[in-house]
């Protein structure tokens, strides 16, 4: 009876727990987690290769636009440095777009990226300020062949040259005054024979620009001669020349055409007088080529002359040479053949030997001797 008793009072107090613990209330649920707020980035193709001095489009697309302020493109190059902004952008795929100026687009071009969020932080997102994204910049057509042609002529854009020449076209007959003795009877005017010739020395500067304005220089020197001076009976007016100044410039068309212009200013025996020429180089400025040009200057003359400058090999260059002129005070055209030799002695050092005949009648005439020597650097 006991046991029973005791076996029934352990049963009431189990049904008892049971009950009060249906009864109580559920546990709390733990607090969830804050949701983590997802860092804007940028995706571009980096630049690899541009071209010198051509401005350079990077397009980018942004994710998380709603998160950027603003995304900047960090670059320097050829002295200048700069921040670009990314700008929306309706062509292409990509929606955002900066632009790196020509001026910078140099060989030392670098850029990175970076991002300042809505609140404030710099984020670098491609590169950095400190290790920027290095471009290896190409030269352009222009520079190529600019670089060419200067390992062609060893580096040396600057020539000096001097040169000296004598030519004779035989003798005019015409009327001349003898010099009647102070105090003497004038004794009328006879006619005899004047000698037509001159003599030319020169000197010159030329510097090789080697673009559209291939190159320029300036010439002087001197013209000393004799000629018959229709009109004139005092013998001494026969003695003709002139002191003259002449700069000049070449532009290239294209690399197998270029074309020269010259302004002539000088003081010849009657005064000061002006004038000018040209010519146009057809085939390489700087090997074989075929030269045609004119030039003239008040009261002593017009020339015309074609030039055929031809390599023979690495040391020679030959040209032949016709000319049309009117030099000195002619007033019937005589016409020279001519040939040159240039000859390459090494250092930048090249001589130049002319000869040639010329005639105004073809019944007399007289040779052409002359020669030159070059220096560039």
Do not use: C
């Amino acid at each position: 009876m006991v046991i029973s008793k005791r076996l029934s009072s352990a049963l009431v107090v189990a049904s008892l727990a049971v009950a009060t613990t249906a009864h109580a209330d559920p546990p709390a649920p733990a607090p969830a987690a804050a949701p983590a707020i997802e860092t804007p980035s940028l995706h571009h193709a980096p630049q690899v290769t541009a071209r010198i001095s051509e401005d350079i489009t990077i397009g980018a697309v942004v994710d998380r636009p709603d998160r950027v302020k603003r995304a900047l493109l960090v670059f320097h190059g050829g002295g200048a440095r700069g921040e670009v902004e990314f700008e929306r952008s309706s062509e292409g795929p990509l929606g955002y777009v900066a632009v790196i100026p020509a001026t910078a687009v140099r060989p030392d071009l670098a850029y990175s990226i970076e991002i300042e969020t809505t609140t404030g932080e710099q984020v670098p997102v491609f590169a950095t300020r400190a290790a920027p994204h290095h471009v290896t910049v190409l030269d352009s057509p222009a520079d190529r062949r600019e670089a060419d042609l200067l390992t062609r002529l060893k580096g040396r854009r600057s020539v000096v040259q001097s040169s000296g020449e004598y030519a004779s076209f035989g003798s005019t007959t015409g009327s001349v005054a003898a010099v009647t003795p102070p105090g003497g009877v004038p004794v009328p005017a006879t006619t005899r024979k004047v000698p037509d010739m001159f003599y030319r020395i020169e000197g010159s500067y030329t510097y090789r620009l080697l673009g559209t304005v291939s190159e320029f220089g300036l010439r002087a020197g001197i013209v000393r001669g004799q000629s018959l001076v229709r009109g004139e009976t005092d013998p001494s007016k026969y003695e003709v020349g002139l002191n003259y100044g002449a700069p000049r410039i070449r532009l290239r068309a294209e690399d197998w055409l270029h074309v020269e212009g010259e302004l002539l200013t000088s003081v010849t025996e009657v005064g000061f007088a002006v004038g000018g020429g040209g010519a146009v180089l057809l085939g390489d400025a700087y090997g074989s080529k075929l030269v045609l040009g004119m030039e003239g200057i008040q009261v002593f003359g017009v020339r015309g002359f074609t030039r055929l400058d031809l390599v023979a090999n690495s040391r020679l260059m030959l040209a032949p040479m016709i000319e049309v002129t009117t030099m000195p005070h002619a007033d019937v055209a005589g016409v020279r053949l001519l040939g040159e030799a240039g000859i390459d002695l090494g250092g930048g050092i090249r001589a130049d030997v002319r000869a040639g005949y010329q005639a105004r009648r073809f019944d007399q005439g007289g040779p052409t001797l002359g020669g030159g020597l070059a220096y560039a650097f």
